[in-house]
């Protein structure tokens, strides 16, 4: 049994920590604020200038001017700041953003990221992924775990053109949980009803069990 | 005489931008887009232009309509997102695209506006940015016309770092919700974005605001970009705002 799209954010909201401040990148992590447990107070960060992001899309009249980086009417916080991108990319290059919640079309064993273009087909471009990646401390991957053809998304090396080398540590797909240490890929918890085995076959990167 | 920025009419304000020029145009989305000198810029005509702004707009709004009234030789963004318009333009050898990273385009424009000719990032380390290779233009064949050069790079703390070079551009448009004569700007919510360091860059800047205010009614403390930074100001009916801006529980302060 797969997990759906609300459950990966929710599992993505899990690794949230204390007191951290979080960038959320556009489509699914788009969906973490709502679903971050009440125990814990966190800061999202929207790369277009705001700390102190909001639920997306909130209902009722709405802000046209006030979008998260996927361009959607988001609301405000209580101790909400605004500035310029100048000063927020500084927070992201400058280290001061903790944790980076973003997709991918490939992510390696080795923990490269591609989720920018796909030569020939399609370039959407970069926006601010490049930063991101090098800039937070922590880079959660939430992904569908096969693409649109079926074929593995967790490869073995990125054949698309690479955002980041050796920059992702958390990956959060529909079929499993992985952690990637010292460029090595490790099972943490698959989905219900999906065994290892099950994993390795829409999987070409290796992975090994979680050893505690 | 004082100093009198205020200009009432948006083509007269972009009297000087000639065929060839750079124009970097404000705005995250619809966001902060000064969409009345951009339709300014439409009506003035001129062509072969070298549009710099975060994105180029959904098809049929904004920074597109200069795409598709064949207006832009070049467009230098961050992110292209769904713009059909753009990426048929690019990928038949109708349109030059220079894509870089969001955050090194917003440190060029700050650095251009601030006499730093150039500077050290880590963004895009080991990508086709460092190394060259992204199509820039095609022919109308599909064969690449012009490629993206590699960075220079050099070591620091034992880590790589590629050398980006300030973006000086001839114009830029932008957006702010107050304003006075001036040039003093001050933006809301996340329509400031680009604006400020667009207006540092640029060599003529134009603002449109919402409001234009009187000198006296402003405190030092309100402005968020130094008039020194502005030529122009244009002051423009309310636009892209929503008829009941929804305010936070805290009074998010305006």
């Known amino acids: ?212 | 005489m004082s100093i009198d920025k205020t200009l009432h009419d948006a083509r007269a304000a972009l009297s000087g931008i000639q065929d060839g020029d750079s124009v970097a145009v404000g705005g995250f989305g619809a966001s902060g887009l000064p969409t009345t000198l951009v339709e300014a810029l439409l009506d003035l005509g001129p062509r072969d232009l070298h549009i710099i702004s975060n994105n180029c707009g959904a098809d049929g709004f904004g920074l597109s309509r200069l795409i598709e009234e064949n207006r832009v030789a070049k467009f230098t963004l961050s992110y292209l997102g769904q713009n059909q318009t753009a990426a048929r333009r690019y990928l038949s050898g109708d349109l030059e695209v220079e894509f870089v990273p969001q955050g090194t385009l917003a440190e060029r424009l700050r650095a251009g506006g601030a006499g730093v000719p150039a500077f050290y990032s880590p963004t895009g380390r080991g990508t086709m940015i460092e190394f060259g290779g992204l199509p820039r233009r095609y022919t109308s064949d599909g064969d690449v016309a012009l490629e993206s050069r590699p960075r220079r790079t050099e070591t620091f703390n034992g880590e790589r770092f590629l050398l980006e070079e300030a973006i000086v551009p001839d114009f830029g448009l932008v957006h702010a919700h107050r304003g006075d004569r001036w040039g003093n700007l001050r933006f809301r919510v996340t329509a400031r974005n680009f604006n400020p360091v667009i207006a540092m860059a640029a060599r003529t800047t134009i603002a449109e605001v919402q409001e234009l205010l009187p000198l006296s009614s402003t405190s030092g403390d309100d402005v968020h970009l130094p008039g020194v930074f502005v030529d122009r100001v244009v002051p423009v009916a309310d636009e892209g705002e929503a008829v009941d801006p929804v305010p936070s529980s805290a009074g998010v302060r305006t």
Request: charged fraction near 20%; include cysteine.
């Open chain 1, 1 to 212: 049994m797969t997990w759906t799209r609300q459950k990966i954010a929710a599992k993505a909201a899990r690794e949230l920590r204390n007191g951290e401040t979080v960038n959320l990148g556009i489509g699914l992590p788009t969906l973490i604020p709502d679903l971050v447990p009440p125990s814990l107070e966190v800061v999202f960060h929207s790369e277009n200038g705001m700390l102190g992001v909001g639920n997306a899309s909130p209902d009722g009249p709405h802000d046209d001017q006030l979008i998260n980086a996927g361009k959607q009417p988001v609301s405000s916080v209580p101790g909400t700041s605004f500035f310029d991108s100048g000063l927020s990319f500084a927070m992201i290059r400058g280290g001061h953003v903790d944790t980076a919640v973003l997709g991918a079309f490939q992510v390696s064993q080795q923990g490269d990221l591609a989720n920018w273009m796909v030569p020939g087909k399609l370039v959407r471009g970069i926006g601010g992924a490049m930063d991101l990646v090098l800039g937070a401390k922590r880079v959660i991957v939430t992904m569908e775990h096969v693409d649109p053809a079926g074929d593995p998304k967790l490869v073995d090396a990125c054949t698309l053109p690479v955002t980041g080398h050796g920059v992702v540590d958390v990956v959060i797909t529909d079929r499993g949980v992985f952690d990637i240490v010292d460029s090595r890929l490790y099972l943490r918890e698959p989905a219900p009803g999906v065994s290892a085995d099950d994993l390795r076959e829409v999987t070409s990167a290796r992975f090994l069990p979680t050893t505690d």
